[in-house]
């Protein structure tokens, strides 16, 4: 171990913040399993033998998008062939099917549609609740409330507060790619900026409602900006926490206009967890959301310091519309067992990490 990384060792058992310059020698070393041990440490610290999961159902309401971002094989135009819109009522039922398989949460994230009103997605929302109001709603990316705004007229607060008042529980953390504006213009320039994003995040925490966060990797940004994104993040949870979770999401190149790029490595996926789990020591959560990632780097990861494996998604489509090769579901008992077998304890969660079994 040279010198840096052992200040790091004793910065991370002393519970000493990481800098940047930390935060960029660790993505330049290849001492993969020394910085896996110090993740896997703070991990332990944070939340123990715990490795938590929930059952929840994805519903993406369309793929039309009037953004386009160029890292997206999700967002699609009107006239596409591929194209769909679930009405408020083929949205209900979508939901209801799952409800017999245990689900606590649905997951509500879709393309910036061109003609729905903000209503749609309120009546969306209040339909779920009122029908099944032990179900956590999850839904709608700080890109999709920044959208929302635009389309009302209400400000970012107004229309969390509306959303909220029908049954929004908590915001999933999409949309953040990379926190820096010169990329943004570059990669999805008809969304929401940084500022924005964080803006609604803030607000939201303001307003009692927890978020999660995520960084997409792997595209044309640098090291340098991976480690402010991280920065990013961690300042915002100092001044408004609410953040429960930080996910990584490697960037999947195939069916985007980015395809000429490679997916991310296997070790820059782990590394890049690991790193997450150091930086951002005020972040309670590091998912390895398998759907991207993988079952089998997801299963590793929980030694270089990832603690939620997401859940039991059932059909999935926005990464699968790039080429994530993964299956669009897994089973409960699926993934407890990767969970064991990887030594953990499998810890079955609601969405706000309420813990409600341990198998
Ligand atoms: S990332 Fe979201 S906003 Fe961008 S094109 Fe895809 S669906 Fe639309």
Redesign the pocket.
Known sequence: MDKHMKEIEEKVHNNIRLSKDDGIYLYNSSDLIAIGELARYKKLEMSGQHIFFNVNQHINLTNI?V???KF?A??IDHDDKDSYLMSPQEAFDYGAKAVDYGITEFHIVS??HPDMPFEYYVVVVRDLHEAYPHIHIQAFTA?EICYFSQISGLSIREVLQVLKDVGLGSLPGG?AEILKDDLRRQL?PN?AMSQDWLEVHRTAHQLGIKTNCTMLFGHVESIEDRIDHFITLRNLQDSDPGFQAFIPLPFLPENTPLNHLKRTSAIDDIKTLAISRLMLDNIDHIKAFWVMLGIDIAQISFNFGADDIDGTVFEEKIMHAAGARTQTAISKEDIIRLIKEAGYIPTERDTIYNILKEF
Do not use: I, P
């Open positions: 998008c953004s386009r971002c997206c999700f967002g393309a910036l890109v949309g999805c969304k």
